[in-house]
């Protein structure tokens, strides 16, 4: 016996009522999340907060906090939100005003790992993110205290807590310590 699962679409994920948990979209089907830990926060926070002073000082886009759902796919809808994003200003002004999930994806992203993510599930994301777009992805371990610089048909860089992160070519300028970070 096989059981269907119902899909769901990005528009009635919008529109879903606030149970306390936050919840991604993966190619039609629901996946729960739980809300992260305080740990958790206070890095994404860190890096958001850095990366929000960095581009409005310099007019390079717009930041994006956690639970900001991004479409990266549709027929099935597939939403995901990360931890921290940027879209640069060019891309914003040539989409204009969007209301719920922006059409694509951003060109950063930041995904903090929780104690409870499962490696398979953050390679995943990291593989969507990619695969949909996104210019750079900065995947922070808490645990071992590294972040993982991911761009679509390189090798990963390995930061550790002597290294300092840099925006590079996606976000000119920004850099944040990971020795700061992780104090």
Do not use: C
């Not at 925006?167 to 970070?181: F, I, M, R």
């Amino acid at each position: 016996m096989t059981t269907k699962t119902e899909l769901v679409t990005a528009e009635e994920l919008l529109y879903m009522p606030d149970d306390g948990y936050r919840y991604e979209l993966v190619r039609g089907e629901l996946r729960k999340m739980s809300p992260a830990g305080i740990y958790h926060g206070k890095l994404a926070a860190r890096i958001g907060g850095s990366l929000l002073n960095h581009v409005e000082a310099n007019n390079l886009g717009e930041v994006y906090a956690a639970e900001t759902g991004f479409r990266i796919g549709a027929d099935p809808d597939h939403v995901r939100a990360p931890d921290a994003a940027f879209i640069r200003r060019e891309r914003l002004e040539a989409v204009g005003r969007v209301d719920g999930y922006w059409p694509g994806a951003p060109d950063l992203v930041v995904e903090v790992i929780s104690p409870g993510d499962r490696y398979a599930e953050v390679e995943e994301k990291v593989d969507d993110w990619l695969a949909a777009g996104t210019r750079l992805v900065i995947l922070v371990n808490p645990r071992n205290r590294t972040a993982t610089l991911r761009r679509a048909g390189q090798a990963p860089v390995i930061l550790t807590e002597q290294d300092t992160l840099d925006g590079a070519d996606v976000v000119p300028g920004w850099q944040l310590s990971l020795k700061e970070l992780f104090a």
